[in-house]
Each structure stands twice: as C-alpha cells, then as structure tokens.
C-alpha cells in the first residue's frame, strides 16, 4: 500500500465517509436525480419542513428552584396525536386534541407505540398548566429541554412561537398570555422530519447503506419531547446570564464572575463562593445590566478527574438591603491550554493530560433519547468502572443532568452540537442553512455548559465529508473549499464566544485542510472494521501510519475519537472472527497498544460507550450499532472487562 499525501488528504484507505454522507446527502443530489450542486426535488414532507422557523424564542439559564426563583415542572402523562395529514394547526389542535392518547413526557414517542414507530411527522402534545397565584407579579418563562427537532407552541390558543433543533433548551417569556383564575390549554406541534438543511441531515437515501427511516447519520431519529417543560417564575428584574472563568496562580485559584441582568438593570449586587466554613465575597456594580467581579481562592483545589471538588457560587442581584433574584452554580477551578501552535500537549491545570474513555449515545429501550434519570447514573457510574475519565457527547448535547454528573464524577468531556453527516456538494443554499442552525446550536450550546468545569472543548461537527460524486461532474475541490469556508466560521463563533479549544471530528480520508482549523484533532478509525476486516494485524499497521501521518501533517494533539467494532453479545470465537467479543477484545487491545506507542496522542475514547438503535439496515445487525463494550441495557462485553483491566487496574 502507497501512501499519498498530494493535498493533505490522506487517500490509502477508502474513504468511509460514503457510507453515510456521500451515499446519503451529497447523493441525494448527486446519483440519478442530477447533477451535484443541484437540490433534489422537495417532497412534501420536505416543504413541510421548509415552512418551519424559529421565532421568539429566548435564551434562559436552567430553571431553578431558590427563595427568589419558582420552577413548575409539567413532566408527567400528556395527551398526545399523531398528525399525518397535517390538519392540527387548521383544525383547532391548540385548543384541545380530537382524539388523544396518554404519552410521557419527557420521552421518545417511538418506542412507545406500535403506529409511531418510525413515524417522524407531526404529532401534538397538549395539556393544561395552572399558575400559582403567588407567582403573580413575576415574568414567567415556558422553558423546554429539547424537542426533537421542530417545535410550535400556543398557551390559551395563542402562539408563543417556534424553536428549530434538537437536544439544545428554549424558552418563551408568556407572562402576558397566561390565564389565572383557571387551567391554561398548553399545546406543542412537534414534527423531526429529516431534510438535507437541517442539522443533523437526512432524507431520502438513495445508496447501496440506506436505512429506514432515512437518515444521514448511524443512530435513530428518536422524536418528541425529549426533555423537561418547565414553567419558570422569575423576579422582574433578574439575572439572564452568568460566565465565570477560573485560572490559577500559584496554590491559588481566581474566579472571573461576568454578570448578566435582565432589562439593562443598574443597581448592586453580590457574588459569593463557599469555601469550607468560610465564604469569599465580591460587590457586584451593574451598570447597563452587566457586572463583573473576581474572587481570588488562597490554596484552592484545582478540579481533574481525580479531585473534581466543586466550590458553590452564589450570584445576587440587590435593592436597599434586600435581594431581589439569586443564583446557584457549583464551579470548579482549573484551566484549559493547548499549547501551540505547533505543539501537542493538552494541559489541565498546566499538565498534560490523556483522554480515557468513550463517545456516547443518549439511548435507551422504551425511553428512547428520553431524559432517563436511572440511567444517567448508572451511565456515570459505569464509566468510573472502566475507569474512563473522559467522554464525547456524541452527536449532540446531552442532558443537563448528565453534565451537572459530569462536573461531579470528574469527566473531561468534549462537548458537542448536532452536526453529524454533513456534506458539502448540494448547493450553496442548503450550506447557508446548516450554517445557520450551527451557529445558532453552538451558540446556545456554549450557553448552557459553558460554566461546567468538565467541559474541555467544543466540538462542532462529527466526521462532515465534502460529499458528491468526483468523477462524476461534481467538484470534490469545490466542496472541498466550501467546507473550509464553512469550518473557518463555525470554529470561529465557537473561539470567539468562549476560550475553550475548539475541534470538530474527522473521518478517515476527510480533508485534513478541515482538521488543520482546529485547536486538536479529533480522529476516527475503523482499520480492522470497516477496511481490512478480519485482518487486525494489518489494520493496527494502517492505523499506526495513519496516525504518523496525520501527525507529521497537523502537529496537534491528536484524539481517537472513535475506533471499535461490532460484537454481538455472546457471540464466541476462537481465533477471533468479526462480530465475535473476542475480535472486539482484540481491535482494542491493538489500538491501545499503537496509541500507547505516540507520544503525541492525547487521548482515546472507543466507540461506542453501548449498542444503541440505529435505522433498520443490511449495516445493522439487530437494529442496532453493536459496537458498545456495554450491551443496550448495559451490561458488560469482554470489552468492557478488558478496557476495565487497563484503566481500573486496581480495581
Ligand atoms: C462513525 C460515526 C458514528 C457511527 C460509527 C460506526 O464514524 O461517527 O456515528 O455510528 O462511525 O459505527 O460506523
């Protein structure tokens, strides 16, 4: 095997972008429809998705329970309908649904009826919500986790407005829309229909892969409402945001509190950290609603993964003695770096450090991409077993929840939007849009997590590919440089709103000119699986060189992002065969054993963390991705007792 490295792309292997991309989005455009650069034609689901926008939505800190803040939670059983013909909106569906059935919220409406399956159209959620009379007086916000993807809400039959995306909170500020003296109809249209210009993609397939339902992506669509709706009460005068940045100086650690107040309030406040017995105080001077203060913490413990101590943060806003509104965040103190440009160390707290551990999936059988509170838990405390100190929120935000454990347990994660299966050769248009969902996405991603200390860099995308057919009229070159042009802005915004590293992840044979624009590159190999199957000496080879190569090219850190294969549980064989735990055993075993031989590598998650559902495909064995060293229901593979061995070892 020759190794080519004309333009930066490392071009040995096949190029396993075509497996979801290329076949899927760049071909949607590009196989017998037309020509690349040209759209397929909309279907109309398609232009039923075109219709929907987002409008008055407002950003809004987690809802919060404290002396001056009320929060409402309507989880719980709503009434529910599907909505094939789309006739809810005309029909009246705001004000109460014809004939409903009982749904969970939040959850996944696809596991939990037989005729939603794979249904990924318009369904209507609706119950009613009474407001305290105590909270009159108070700006009240209708706040919402996630609904995946589009979401149109109406209180009392009046609309509030609409949020596109899945996976990131929203919320609409209903104060004046709400009712009293009797129950609020509350009613949400939700509909994840998979178009090429939303983000994630998907669509009609048309390659050798395609699944069902069609996405653009390996994980299923699960839709709904997926997290908490939350009615929040607030203090007219309160605060919208806060960002707090630690360093260190010395044993000391310093703690940068910005301050955000609603209305351009001027005024006096407060913010205080615990620090055992004692409290560490700074006057908050807000003028034009924002404030600043530092705190200086004398032989601070530095948050790792070894020490993820959590100082309580307390920030006020006051008036003639009283406190008007309050907040609460547990922050650690420690810094990010990658030293460079040129080098390859990833330091927390100045030391380098190494990622241990996996990408992930928010899945579960019945919940779906639900919230489930047990197995976010369990997720933490299994990841410890492994001794894992680090994950990726593969291929889209995780719940709040899990990166409040995070902070906890002490994980380095990599953060990331929903970006998965982009592509670059249908046209300009279509870029324009995913660009900006992405913008918006990591916009509000670095709002909601950026004060969690266990948040070490965003991730702006999964493995994008230029996608289109070279050869075949399409330009590859073309795409080439409209990726670059769109990466060049989104790791941009992402730098440019926070000082945590940005990267996003590249698949084998993806354009390393796109890697090149991120602070550390983040890899993912399949040598052994989906290229030189069976031959795992030879794949270890081409891994390694992969590797050197990339190496020699970037002059980054450089993270495995992912790498495994497929092991169906209790499927036995000696010597290893594909499919078999003893073959997954194996890949990983000769995986760590090359990473372990560079010392420029920075870390190493294995994909996956557990099987997840995936569309119904001749991939996919069992409807699933079985690539997990946990089963769906997490239970342990061989894997995840061999990965236990060298990260746990004392264990
Ligand atoms: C990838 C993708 C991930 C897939 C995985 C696989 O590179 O990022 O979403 O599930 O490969 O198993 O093919």
New binding site residues.
Partial sequence: MEEKKTTGHFLRMPR?EF??TAAGAGAAAALPGGLPGQSAPASPADAMAEKAKQENVVRLLLPQQNGHRNVLDLSGFWQFQLDPEDAGANGGWAHGLPAPRTIAVPSSWNDLFDDAADYLGPAWYFRDAWIPEAWRGRRIFLYFGSVNYAAEVWINGAPMGSHLGGHLPFAFDVTSHLAWDRANPLAVRVENIQTATRVPTGGEERGFFAGYPATH???FPYAGIERQVQLAALPENHIEDLTVVTKIEGSAGTVNVKAQASGEWSGAGKVQLARGGTAINARLDFRGGVAEATLRVPGAVFWSPETPHLYPLEVALEAHGATLDSYHLDIGIRTIEVRGPMAEDFLLNGKPIFLKGF?RHEDFPVSGRGLNLPVTVRDAELLKWTGANSFRT??YPYSPECMELADRYGFLVIDEIPA?GMSFSDGEANIQKRLEQCLRDIDDLVFRDKNHPSVIAWSVA??PGPGGQPGRGGSNAGAVAAGTAFFTKLVGRAREIDSRPATF?T?EGGPFEWTALCDFACL?A?FG??SLGGRLDEAAKAFGEYLDHAHEVLHKPIVIT?C?A?AIPGDHDAPPRMWSEEYQVEFLRNYLEVVGKRPYMAGFHV??FHDFK?PQSIIRALGK?N?GVFTRDRQPKMAAHFLRSRWNPKA
Wanted: cysteine-free; hydrophobic content about 25%.
């Fill in positions: 396993r497996l979801f992506y390996d994980f990408s593969s291929h998965v999964n493995e992840t698949v993912n399949y699986w989906y992912e495994g497929e994909w996956n995936t991705n690539k």
